[in-house]
Nanobody, 125 residues
Framework: QLQLVESGGDLVQPGGSLRLSCAAS????????IGWFRQAPGKEREGVSC????????KYADSVQGRFTISRDSAKNTVYLQMKSLNVEDTAVYYC??????????????????WGQGTQVTVSS
């Protein structure tokens, strides 16, 4: 069965840090661009970050630029999202998704092939 599984979501205080993981089973992520998306209650899903299949191309939403870092570990078949200086506006369910594409990556979300079930990130004092 092909699936993505996110983990690492938690309750954290403003200014804190978390690292989310996106692990694949049933297929290798090496041929896929990976995106991280989030959806807060009452809001539309938004793209947070993405990384190309080779890792050389990365994009970030303006709202997380400089605070979030996306990376991938081929040996572990996992993609990470390191989040620092979290604020209450970062509270959301975070999803990872995989798109088979040879170059670059995209944060619009509509063309992704596989999606995880999401992990909750809550930033609150």
């Amino acid at each position: 069965q092909l699936q993505l599984v996110e983990s690492g979501g938690d309750l954290v205080q403003p200014g804190g840090s978390l690292r989310l993981s996106c692990a694949a089973s049933g297929f290798t992520l090496d041929y896929y661009a990976i995106g991280w998306f989030r959806q807060a209650p009452g809001k539309e899903r938004e793209g947070v970050s993405c990384i190309s299949r080779g890792g050389g191309y990365r994009k970030y939403a303006d709202s997380v630029q400089g605070r979030f870092t996306i990376s991938r570990d081929s040996a572990k078949n996992t993609v990470y999202l390191q989040m620092k200086s979290l604020n209450v506006e970062d509270t959301a369910v975070y999803y990872c998704a995989a798109e088979w594409r040879p170059t670059m990556c995209d944060m619009t979300g509509g063309q992704y092939d596989y999606w995880g079930q999401g992990t909750q990130v809550t930033v609150s004092s």
